[in-house]
Every structure is written in structure tokens, then in C-alpha cells.
């Protein structure tokens, strides 16, 4: 197996360059196993060149990743050894000209600062390096669906009269966490209309029987992998115009299931699995989708690939991504039903398990 | 009061520029009140003129926009309207050609994508902007830190032999969120020589009696604004050695509060506040503090001002800051007390208010 380090020297060459700085926490992550760096502060950078690693942190820092970071060489960071000062004198020992940086993430200030002195700097797109899973990353994915599963079954037994969204939401944390994980983002609870805005935030408003529908849209952070799931539950008998809503997206969500059976997943453009669901919708007379009908999940909770109209990925064998089709009438409320799915060799196999079948509370 | 809008439109003409873009997210809850877009991903920008301020966001925002910034013209970002062409028909209509930003979050792409086009963009340090604080955001401060003195007071009675470093940090948790707050960071809590590590992540670890140190570090966020707050308690009669650093520890701390109502707070070196507490530190025989001293705290739980060796930070009347001076002896222990103060006219008033005499458990 390629590990991540080694494909991203193969980037490294691919791209003539001499080196690449490595700053986002998530590609910190994929490529050293260590999660132990804010995201909010910049605590750290990896220096990558064809035949040497570095990591540049500072003294908090330094005891658990020589333990844990067995592969790479640490420099401490200190007032006395600033970051610009490292890099220069690493440009010098490996006559780094050419260095690549992560455009998206390393500021307009930090580049001004740490990476002008540099002969040819440039933006490296590294939005596909995490895009295909080995089988250990889907794993943990797989057991972070797990739990997943597991919390939806507990939520439904907390879904009652007079219960509000941020209570529901609270709950779906509190089991995430009591068994361990973490939440990968915060969980959206929408009773009746507020299910009608995709990423409404949990409010106070408490649960009616004229409420009706309960969309439920949270996620497991496991062993540094994401989970996310979402499904539209029905708090009494839903009419039948909600019942054909719930149809028509769960029919959707299994076109798109089935088209990744049929095509040769090798060339798979994801604009044409996100048309799938987005035509099918139309075509039974509602709005075309609001959002993106799926994004790839591993670290980050979106990454590559990108299933919307716009997105030049490609689906591959080893990707990993949800597949979230959803109706939304304003004022009335919406559905949403999402998977996760991984594409195998011959056929996409469910992560998320849990039914799809129309529940009435 | 000055509102921040008109202290941001005061900063516009001081820099002789037409226009500021603004983007990280604590800048927008501070400018517009509202706190629903993601830290994660960019969600929203602002861009504020002498004479207009518009919000640019996408269409799941545009509702909750609408009705929560009412002082701000909204600008619906979509495929069809991008943030790109909409900054461009913004600079033709009020003929932006001098546009500051915000450096330190502007990623390099995003800079080369959207403002490379004006005539001159410049980088802006905002850092001062939310520095002193208002009546009402010391009041909402005061707040969080109330709530963090209860959980203090909670935590103590969980507090028990065999119970682990990760159980007390989600009850800590638990506490907070229980009661409709969150956590303005992760809890730090860190037993025995766990504690010597400033930034130590809770772990499985569990308490023993031969720990002895239990260093608990977490904060409240309220309303969108944070506190802060460290005790070291002891599991078991303290050692001298434990009990002369927990004693050195406060006695830092005391003079640093002492030395804010010594002084003419008007002419206040934050680096001179910092250097209280570490020569008196290094007085005792112990390390210099490997962290600095105390920083500003509101929006973000960290921010200007800094009270380190380096700072060329001025305290003044309104600021809000932690002081948290620190032992730390590798293998050994660490103690570390923190408090909030705010700097009031005459003197320094606490807003944290737990007891920091030395409880032993």
C-alpha cells in the first residue's frame, strides 16, 4: 500500500518542485497519524522534500510528537527559532527553489512573511490527495457509521411532545460522546417548517403533533474520521403530500444508488450522479436541489469529491461520499434522506445503515 | 457608545482607504451581531464602506440575514453571482480603489481569486479593533464567567480516585452545554505530571492518589462570548515542593493584579504586566513560564491584547485579559492559576471569582 506520505512525494516530483510546505490541520493529520494541533491556531507546519520530513511545532508540542510522530524530524519553534528563520535555513540545506504551499489554507499574511524568500513558490492543489480511501480509512469510517446508526436509534426514543431542537441536539452530542467520538460538525434538528432551510441551526421551538416532520442531520468524529447521516422522520401521520415528498427523495437517493451500479465507475463524472437525483426531482415538479447532492468524508467532513453540477471530479474506486438529495418548501417544511457510500471494485456498498424506510412516530 | 460599525468607519478613513473587507467570523459577529456562519468553511463576507455595509452570503442565509442584520444590505451569493463578480459591480458603484483586508484570514487563493483585481488592497490589522471592550460585552463576559465558576464548584465533587482525565473533561462539558452555553476551547485536565504540560489533552489516564496535581482548565462561551479560567486543586495532602509552587503560583499572580492598580493603566506595557509574574517566578528558583503571561479574551477566547515578553500591546481602560502565570516541572507537576480581569478606571476588577486559596481534596 502507498502510504500518505509516500503519494505525497510522488506529488512532490510530479509537480518539479524541491519541497512542499504542509500547513492544514487535516493534511497534518492524513500524513503524520497525529491530531494533536489546533484548527482555530496556527500550531504547526510539516516541511516535505523528496527525501527528508519535518515538523515544525513548538515547545508544548515537542514531547508528544517525538513519541508519536516517529517518522518525521522535529524542529522546536520558539522566539529564539521562528518559523521564517526554519525555513530559510531548511531552503538552504536542501536548496529548496521550488516550493509548493497549500494556497487555500496559508494566509495572504503567512505567505508574505514565510514564503516570499522563496525563488518559485506556488498554490498546490491538494484537494484530491485524501480522495481515495485505503481500506484502514474506510474502516474507521465504516465504524464511525456504526455509531452513527447506533445514535439514530437512541434519538428516536427521545423524540416527544414538547421536546425542542436544541434538546434533540444536545442529546445526539451527549450519546456521541459519552461513547467516545466526537461530534464531526453540530448536529441540525428541524421540526415542521424549519426543516425547509437546509442548515437551519437548532432553536427552542418545541415539538407539535402539527409539526409533522423531524429532520435529524448529524455526524460521528471517530479515530479522526467522519461520519454523516440524515434522516426525515414523520411525528404523527404525515399527509400525503409530505408522504410523497419522502418518496420522491428516498427514490431519488436510490437512482443515484443504482447509477453507480450501472456506469464503469472509472469514468464517472460526479456532475452526472448529482444530475441523477437533481432530474428526478424536477422531473416530479419540485425545485431542483438547493445544495450539492453529495461531498466526499474522511478527515474533514467535506472533502473531495464534490457531487454538484459544477464538479470536475471523477469518481473513483476507494472514494468515499454521502448522497443527500432533499425537497424544501419553504413555509412547509422539508426532507432530506443522507447516506454515505464507498465505491467499490464491481458496486457502492452503504456505510450508514439504518433504515430508509418511512418512519411514523 | 460608539457602535464597532462606526469605530471599523472611523479605522477606513484613518488608512485613507474607501472600503474594508471583512471575513473571519468573529470580525462579522462583532460588526453585525449575528454568529451563524461556520468557522470552518467561508461562508459570508462583509463589505463595509464610509457610507454602506453589505453582507455577502449565500442563499441558506439569506432568511435568517434578513431578520437578524437589519442595519446591512444583503447580497445573495450564488453560481450565478459569485463573491468575485459581486466585489466587482461593489468597487465600480462606490469607487473602491484603496480596499483594506483582513491578512491574517484572507487565504493566499482567496487573495489572488478576489482582490488582486483593485488597485491597491492592503492588509489591515484589525487585531485592536474589539480590544476594549463595552459595558455590555464585560457584562456578557461576566456572564460566561459565572457560569464557568459554577462548573468549577461542579467539577470538584467529581473529583474522585479512579475517575479518568477524559470523564472530568466531559462533564465539564456536559455542565456547560446543560446549561445552554458552550465550551470556548476544549477542557485541559491533566493529573499528577500530566500537569506539567501546559497544553496537555485529557486522556484516558486515572486519577491516583500518588497524582496529587489536578489541573483544570476550561471556559464558557455565552451569548458569543468566552471566559476562561485554570485551578489546581491537590487529590491528597501536598508535598512542600507541590505546596511551595501552588503558594509561588498565586503570589505571581497577586503581584501582577497588584502592579495593575500600582500603575497608571494609561501608559501600561502589556510586556511589563508579563514580566511581573515571570521575574518573580525565576526569583523562586523555578523556569521561566513557557507561555505567556495573560492575553485578551471576548469573541475569541484568544486575542489582543498579549501580555508576553514581545507584546507592543498598551493596556488600557476596558480591556478584558486573563493573567495566568505557571509552574511547570517535567515529571514532576505543574501548577497553573488563571483569572479574568477587567481593567476598570482605578483598578483591576476579577471576573472570574472561584477561590484560589489551595484546596485539597
Same mark, same amino acid.
Given at each position: ?20 510546505? =504542509?500547513? &492544514? ?32 511545532? #513548538? ?19 520558539? &522566539? ?25 489554507? =496559508? ?74 467520538? #466526537? ?130 471530479? =471523477? ?47
Amino acid at each position: 500500500m502507498i502510504t500518505p506520505l509516500a503519494r505525497l512525494k510522488e506529488k512532490i516530483s510530479k509537480n518539479k518542485s524541491d519541497a512542499i510546505l =504542509i500547513s &492544514s490541520v487535516p493534511n497534518i493529520i492524513y500524513l503524520t497519524g497525529y491530531s494533536g494541533f489546533s484548527k482555530e491556531e496556527r500550531e504547526a507546519f510539516l516541511l516535505i522534500t523528496k527525501n527528508a520530513q519535518y515538523i515544525l511545532a #513548538d515547545g508544548r508540542y515537542i514531547g508528544s510528537a517525538k513519541t508519536l510522530i516517529p517518522d518525521f524530524k522535529l524542529i522546536e519553534i520558539s &522566539s529564539k527559532n521562528s518559523v521564517k528563520e526554519t525555513l530559510k535555513n531548511l531552503k538552504t540545506k536542501h536548496k529548496i527553489k521550488k516550493l509548493g504551499f497549500e494556497g487555500n489554507n =496559508i494566509t495572504f499574511s503567512e505567505h508574505k512573511k514565510l514564503l516570499t524568500r522563496f525563488d518559485d513558490s506556488n498554490h498546490q492543489s491538494l484537494e484530491s490527495l485524501r480522495s481515495i480511501k485505503s481500506s484502514e480509512e474506510i474502516l474507521k469510517i465504516k465504524k464511525a457509521c456504526r455509531l452513527g446508526d447506533k445514535t439514530f436509534d437512541y434519538i428516536l426514543k427521545k423524540i416527544k411532545l414538547g421536546v425542542s431542537e436544541k434538546e434533540l441536539a444536545f442529546e445526539i452530542e451527549f450519546f456521541i460522546k459519552k461513547h467516545g467520538a #466526537d461530534i464531526s460538525f453540530r448536529p441540525i434538528v428541524a421540526f415542521g417548517k424549519n426543516s425547509a432551510i437546509p442548515h437551519h441551526q437548532p432553536s427552542y421551538k418545541r415539538l407539535t403533533t402539527k409539526d409533522k416532520f423531524v429532520l435529524l442531520d448529524f455526524g460521528v468524529k471517530l479515530n479522526n474520521y467522519c461520519s454523516d447521516m440524515t434522516r426525515t422522520v414523520f411525528f404523527g401521520k404525515p399527509t400525503s403530500e409530505q408522504k410523497k415528498m419522502y418518496e420522491t427523495v428516498l427514490a431519488a437517493q436510490q437512482k443515484v444508488i443504482e447509477s453507480l451500479h450501472d456506469i464503469s465507475i472509472y469514468d464517472a463524472m460526479a456532475k452526472n450522479v448529482d444530475k441523477v437525483a437533481r432530474d428526478y426531482i424536477l422531473s416530479k415538479g419540485y425545485e431542483t436541489i438547493p445544495h450539492s447532492v453529495g461531498h466526499g468524508i474522511g478527515i474533514d467532513v467535506h472533502e473531495a469529491p464534490h457531487l454538484s453540477p459544477k464538479s470536475k471530479d =471523477i469518481l473513483k474506486e476507494g472514494m468515499v461520499f454521502s448522497i443527500e438529495p432533499g425537497i424544501y418548501i419553504p413555509g412547509f417544511g422539508g426532507v432530506r434522506i443522507e447516506d454515505l457510500v464507498v465505491l467499490e471494485k464491481t458496486n457502492p456498498r452503504l456505510l450508514t445503515t439504518s433504515t430508509r424506510d418511512l418512519i411514523i412516530l
